[in-house]
């Protein structure tokens, strides 16, 4: 069963604009990963957030959790076309012991249109 | 760096057939991963080791099969080749157990079952 689920399943924007995309989850965890993946190709790691901070930053992403909400954000600030790929989220249920293997949403389609 | 990789990029093989897929990675990473990705359905994890000599079973593991003979190498095996076995699957690989530890995956491998 999925763990995180993305929202929208779909997004187009103008290049220059901002994307939003949603993440929520079922179960604790202790971290939250995002993943992009560009058509035909793998998964590569964005940015990990831990389940103490609330936002964290690395270049034109800003990552926020909530863990009270079950749900984490990924923003991307003034996209570029070189940004349409898969986004997705990616956590860990705490609850399931040794067995404690990354579980992946079904991801949002991000086309930016230049 | 090489990463990563996977072979073969694509296969189509028939019902009935057996087939392994291959993954090296170079970067001595101690877990390596089998996952299927499906349209709408994200990535599930098959199977998976934490260490050379040790698998586990991830979410859809049956049909196939894992061996870790090594720390390099993690060959997916599908002994009887069902229909439903037609996907996407990818190769990824951590330093450590899945929970902190970004995952880095191949490129992939397009597989038709007829």
């Known amino acids: 069963s999925q763990q995180g689920e993305e929202d929208p399943q779909a997004l187009s924007i103008q290049e220059g604009e901002n994307a939003t995309m949603n993440c929520s989850y079922k179960t604790s965890i202790n971290n939250l990963q995002w993943y992009r993946q560009n058509s035909g190709r793998g998964l590569v790691h964005l940015i990990l957030?831990?389940?103490?901070?609330r936002e964290k930053h690395s270049g034109r992403l800003r990552v926020t959790l909530d863990t009270s909400k079950k749900s984490s954000s990924l923003l991307i600030t003034a996209s570029r076309a070189a940004d349409t790929a898969s986004y997705f989220c990616a956590t860990i249920d705490v609850g399931r012991g040794s067995a404690r293997q990354l579980t992946f949403g079904s991801g949002t389609q991000l086309t930016v249109l230049p | 760096t090489a990463g990563i990789t996977q072979a073969p990029t694509s296969q189509i093989l028939a019902a009935g057939r057996s087939m392994t897929l291959r993954c090296t990675q170079d970067?001595?990473?101690?877990?390596m991963y089998w996952y299927r990705q499906d349209l709408g359905l994200g990535l599930r994890l098959i199977h998976y080791?934490?260490?050379?000599?040790?698998?586990g079973k991830g979410e859809v593991p049956d049909g196939y099969s894992v061996s870790r003979a090594n720390t390099d190498d993690f060959p997916l095996t599908l002994a009887s080749a069902v229909p439903s076995q037609t996907s996407v699957y990818f190769c990824?690989?951590?330093?450590?157990?899945?929970?902190?530890?970004?995952?880095?995956f191949g490129p992939g491998t397009r597989l038709t079952v007829l």
């Open positions: 080791s934490n260490t050379a000599g040790t698998t």
């Open positions: 970067m001595r990473h101690n877990a």
């Open positions: 990824a690989s951590s330093k450590g157990l899945a929970d902190g530890n970004e995952q880095f």
């Open positions: 957030i831990r389940s103490n901070e």
